[in-house]
């Protein structure tokens, strides 16, 4: 049924007409979700905006593009910013313990050459927590989904949130084990994985993520953000 639609779509030119009613004979060459590139009757290429076509040949372009699906070349940019939500204070045992939330925002480019839809983003964050003389890295995992992205778009997908402390001992105390007097934990890095239409189509990560991200272990639950 798909090649007799391509076939009848095919089988002459087409006169698009322009919301203020000029109009142009031309075949469909090619489309994405925003842009048509059309053949005019002299051979030359002409790419367009499908707004600018009436709603009858918007809609004729979509179905030209279901039946002609075009092979989408994933092309993507990625990186990530940490966000403090919040910060509160506690006192314990001659310890100032600060609990601040976190989130990271990882910021996606699309290079593909055509809007997407319906990306979907698997996340890790790596970081550290210390206790005593021991520094353990540990990662939390989640999923996104990701906007409409349009070609060149950039924008930006919040993870959900992590709680780490640091705590400080007061003036003239210090650990019997010469643990620091300041320990802190921290966010080291951040992998993502995207997926589309059940595919894995891009894959990255910063600095500070581990190599080895397998034997990494999963955050306590007292780390995560409830």
């Not at 989408?72 to 006192?91: L, M, V």
């Not at 699309?110 to 005593?132: C, F, H, P, W």
């Not at 001992?169 to 010469?178: H, Q, R, S, V």
Request: with cysteine; glycine share 6%; aromatic share 8%.
């Amino acid at each position: 049924m798909a090649l007799a639609l391509a076939a009848n779509l095919q089988a002459e030119p087409r006169t698009f007409t322009s919301p203020d009613g000029r109009t142009l004979q031309a075949d469909v060459q090619s489309a994405t979700a925003d842009l048509v590139t059309l053949k005019l009757a002299n051979g030359t290429p002409l790419t367009v905006q499908i707004s600018k076509f009436s709603a009858a040949d918007q809609t004729y372009i979509a179905e030209w593009r279901k039946a002609n699906p075009m092979a989408i070349k994933y092309n993507f940019a990625a990186s990530f910013t940490k966000d403090k939500r919040d910060s509160s204070k506690t006192s314990r045992n001659n310890e100032e313990i600060t609990t601040d939330t976190w989130a990271c925002n990882v910021k996606l480019a699309n290079r593909s050459n055509q809007t997407l839809d319906g990306l979907k983003m698997d996340y890790e964050i790596y970081y550290t927590q210390v206790a005593g003389k021991q520094a353990v890295t540990r990662k939390m995992t989640g999923k996104a989904d990701v906007p409409s992205i349009k070609h060149l778009e950039e924008l930006v997908v919040q993870t959900r949130e992590l709680k780490l402390t640091t705590s400080k001992l007061e003036g003239g105390f210090y650990y019997l084990d010469g643990s620091r007097s300041r320990q802190k934990d921290a966010i080291e890095g951040v992998a993502i994985k995207l997926t589309h239409d059940g595919k894995m189509v891009y894959e990255w990560a910063s600095a500070g993520v581990p190599k080895d991200r397998g034997a990494t272990a999963e955050g306590t639950s007292s780390s995560l953000a409830k």
